[in-house]
């Protein structure tokens, strides 16, 4: 019996030598994140295993996927079920970027910390928002929902076998098997001629949406390994003659604790595809929509530590408002200088501020007598408990746009004087079926419980000092 733990683990293996066999490069970006990996880890000794342990780190992959209508999601749902992936957090990137990004998404991941460690696989799935007006008149809508209709992306023995394993915990061997190839399957590149008509039309509007519409199956867009420095698989991918984009994507290098997620990704590849021409004849090309991308995960944010993110983003986007000035302009390290006026530079303060996620431990019980600090950063600070940073599991909306954008042929068509789809949070775990776990509510559980053993565990009461780390409230020292 293979467990959903076990198909999860085999299923990032089974689809990352798929994907290394259509994409090559995705191997050298393989190749050369493993590199890096073990040169951190052998200049950093156990420091570089403080966000998971190398093993963790070595088979770690996020996909990304796309489809096409709320009947496709439920079923990716089902099928993500069996590996004991569920949806958490919602995106909406129809706004996130000024070029056309019509889609609404999730990310399919184990929320079970144990599960993380075991094998974090996670899949950022995008929803197609076809009746969005902005971007779909009614005619080309009513098109859209017909084909997408028409087709079927998985098989109904695969979602039988799915279902399987929800409800008995995993399959058996030769079951197993069967429903790692046909997942995979479902996920490769379709040889089939695509209407070359209809998919000019949907590019129009959207790459994205030509993508996801004018296919009749659905395929991985791209596969993400982790790297524990970012900065230097940048530049050794240039080093082998592959282009990435301009920028990685998230908080700017810095001496300081790394935070949430930093992501960058080379430039999609011309993969030949076959055309239907309008005359019926079928003829080779090409499109460029899939590519490789490469992430480094920092601590977990609080709500409140999220909203100083957003704050120190955007003085950055005001900051390089100005470039233009003197050519010389250092723009890392001014974005280095604006983030350490957000963040604090080291992890304890990061905790004590309410700003990054932890989980404590019990270090020893307090010596007779002495009375133990009234705040948990204070027991810290004293030696009572320890912290260990919560690594960020979820993904960034503003970069994941800055991903979809770096990577569209064209910026597309959006109307703006017309009014969206109402497609929120509720509205798209009801198209799921099954709770949409907020990422939040995860990390905030996590801690508060490590925190509630670590106290009962030394006969500690809750503190209720002042600095005792909340994780809604946080101030700027300027504002209290
Ligand atoms: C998904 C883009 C988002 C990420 O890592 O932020 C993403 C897509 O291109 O389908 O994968
Ligand atoms: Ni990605």
Not at 18 to 39: F, I, M
Not at 215 to 222: E, G, M, Y
Not at 243 to 255: L, N
Not at 326 to 352: K, M, Y
Request: glycine share 8%.
């Amino acid at each position: 019996m293979l467990s959903t733990t076990g198909l999860r683990a085999r299923f990032a293996r089974t689809l990352s030598e798929l994907y290394g066999r259509e994409v090559p490069a995705y191997t050298t970006l393989v190749d050369l994140s493993q590199q890096v990996n073990s040169e951190v880890a052998a200049a950093m000794g156990a420091d570089a295993e403080r966000l998971g342990s190398l093993d963790r780190v070595t088979a770690e992959r996020h996909g990304a996927i796309r489809v096409g209508t709320p009947g496709e999601l439920a079923q990716v749902a089902r099928i993500f079920a069996a590996m004991g992936m569920s949806p958490t957090g919602y995106y909406d990137l129809r706004d996130a970027a000024a070029s056309a990004i019509p889609v609404v998404s999730t990310a399919f991941r184990p929320t079970d910390p144990a599960e993380l460690a075991q094998n974090p696989f996670r899949v950022f799935t995008s929803l197609l928002a076809v009746d969005d007006r902005r971007f779909f008149s009614p005619d080309l809508s009513r098109r859209l929902r017909t084909f997408l209709a028409g087709r079927e992306l998985f098989s109904p023995a695969l979602l039988v076998l799915a279902d399987r394993a929800v409800a008995d915990g995993g399959l058996g061997e030769s079951d197993a098997q069967k429903f790692l190839a046909g997942a995979a399957r479902s996920f490769a590149l379709s040889a089939e001629p695509i209407d070359r008509a209809w998919y000019q039309e949907l590019e129009q509007v959207s790459a994205v949406a030509a993508d996801i519409g004018g296919v009749r199956s659905t395929h991985i867009n791209h596969l993400t390994p982790r790297v524990l420095d970012i900065d230097a698989l940048y530049r050794r991918m240039a080093d082998h003659g592959i282009t990435m984009i301009d920028s990685i994507q998230g908080p700017p290098r810095w001496d300081g604790p790394e935070i949430l997620l930093r992501q960058t990704s080379f430039r999609a590849l011309a993969e030949p595809r076959r055309f239907r021409n309008p005359d019926g004849t079928v003829t080779e090309g090409s499109l460029r929509v899939r590519f490789g991308e490469v992430e480094a995960r920092g601590i977990a944010l609080t709500p409140a530590g999220r909203v100083r993110y957003d704050r120190a983003v955007a003085e950055i986007d005001l900051g390089s408002l100005d470039v233009g000035g003197p050519a010389d302009i250092d723009v890392t390290a001014c974005r280095q200088q604006i983030w350490g006026q957000h963040f604090p530079s080291d992890e304890n303060s990061l905790f004590a501020e309410g700003l990054g996620v932890f989980t404590v431990s019990p270090v020893r019980r307090p010596p007779d007598g002495r009375r133990p600090p009234t705040s948990v950063a204070g027991l810290i600070a004293g030696g009572w408990l320890t912290a260990e940073p919560v690594v960020y599991e979820d993904f960034l909306p503003r970069s994941a746009a800055g991903i979809f954008s770096s990577n569209l042929t064209g910026a597309g068509a959006k109307d703006v004087t017309v009014d969206g789809a109402d497609l929120d949070e509720s509205w798209l775990e009801g198209v799921l079926g099954t709770t949409l776990h907020r990422p939040d509510d995860l990390y905030g559980a996590q801690q508060e419980s490590s925190i509630s053993w670590a106290l009962a565990a030394l006969g500690l009461p809750r503190p209720t000092g002042p600095d005792h780390p909340t994780l809604t409230a946080s101030r700027y020292p300027s504002e209290s």
